[in-house]
């Protein structure tokens, strides 16, 4: 059975930096595109930014020049640095990715950011 499993979050002052990791496991014989999400209390959930296996990057305008979104394919497994945070980036944070042709989520990691 495939899982996606986040670490990293937490609680941090605004300005500081956390480091989000999804790791994947399970029957894997391939891992396409690989992204993270967040969805604040009362909102939709949205892209926060994706990256393709040969690490082809996109970013939601709200967080360009602050998250960096990387992965390790010989670990299966996707970071998003995050600098600068911000009060708004404060959400639950979800991984995603295509693994063997189908979609998985991770179960949401707490990202609160004080000000």
């Known amino acids: 059975q495939v899982q996606l499993v986040e670490s990293g979050g937490g609680l941090v002052q605004a300005g500081g930096s956390l480091r989000l990791s999804c790791a994947a496991s399970?029957?894997?014989?391939?891992?396409?595109?690989m992204g993270w999400y967040r969805q604040a209390p009362g909102n939709q959930r949205e892209l926060v930014a994706s990256?393709?296996?040969?690490?082809?990057?996109n970013y939601a305008d709200s967080v360009k020049g602050r998250f960096t979104i990387s992965r390790d394919n010989t670990k299966n497994t996707m970071y998003l640095q995050m600098n600068s945070l911000k009060p708004e980036d404060t959400a639950v944070y979800y991984c995603?990715?295509?693994?063997?042709?189908?979609?998985?989520w991770g179960q949401g990691t707490q990202v609160t950011v004080s000000s």
């Open positions: 995603s990715a295509r693994i063997n042709f189908h979609d998985y």
């Open positions: 990256i393709t296996r040969d690490s082809r990057t």
């Open positions: 399970g029957r894997i014989f391939s891992i396409t595109t």
